[in-house]
């Protein structure tokens, strides 16, 4: 078996002029994205998907294989690993194959798919502030919210999803990948005396900060909003929302 060195950028493919009856896709990483490969025969075109650590073997009945080509299946992200081709079989015992240490945090990130937004409204009489990550309609994104951080003039704060987005137009959450474009969220505020109905709420020290993390992610979809705010009046309020981008 004779060990080859790939490289498969997106929407990139390689010819492996290897003769042999086996195929084993040691290892490949993405950096966290899908590092499946398309492997084709040039016996008989026949293509199938393999992931780091499967293995294909052709039958002894079939033509040696002179020629496999090789592409990046998903075209997420550069596929970076190793293969062996030759006409020996390779018997790996571990349940997972290849096992990778994957972050998928960086990885969406260098994707310019993770976004921050921060949001202040100060206190006013007889109001409640309120602040909203809003998706608009026609976004094509979800927004995956894994935590906001929230500090309030008083100890409780409230959250809630509302269909409408509210008043004022504060910024485009920016991307953690620095120098990109903005996230098609927008943050907003305003101030009124009749707050939403809450989806839930907790007490915190006031004038201090408290990081709200879901046990699962909080998906947004357009058209819907994330809302926060101070549960009494003449309260000032600020959040600070984190969270990724898919496709709606």
Do not use: C
């Amino acid at each position: 078996m004779q060990a080859y060195d790939i490289n498969l950028p997106v929407n990139g493919a390689r010819d492996l002029d290897a003769p042999g009856r086996s195929f084993y896709y040691y290892s490949g990483s993405a950096g966290g994205a899908d590092s499946t490969i398309t492997l084709r025969e040039d016996t008989s075109g026949t293509t199938i998907q393999l992931k780091p650590g499967q293995a294909h073997r052709v039958a002894d009945d079939v033509k040696r294989v002179t020629r496999w080509r090789i592409q990046n299946y998903a075209n997420a992200a550069t596929i970076v690993g190793v293969v062996y081709i030759g006409d020996g079989q390779i018997t790996d015992n571990r349940v997972t194959g290849s096992v990778e240490v994957i972050d998928g945090g960086k990885a969406r990130t260098f994707a310019n798919q993770s976004f921050i937004g921060f949001g202040s409204q100060g206190a006013a009489a007889g109001v409640n502030a309120h602040l909203q990550l809003w998706n608009p309609v026609g976004s094509g994104k979800n927004l995956i919210v894994e935590r906001f951080t929230v500090s309030v003039d008083i100890a409780q704060t409230y959250f809630a999803v509302n269909s409408a987005p509210i008043t004022t137009l504060l910024s485009n959450p920016k991307s953690k990948l620095s120098g990109v474009v903005s996230s098609v969220a927008e943050v907003r505020t305003y101030s009124i005396a009749s707050p939403f109905t809450p989806l839930g709420g907790f007490t915190a020290t006031p004038n201090t900060s408290l990081i709200y993390t879901f046990a699962e992610p909080f998906v947004i979809q357009p058209g819907k909003g994330l809302v926060v705010w101070a549960n009494a009046t003449n309260a000032g309020i600020q959040s600070l929302f984190e969270f990724f981008e898919e496709g709606a």
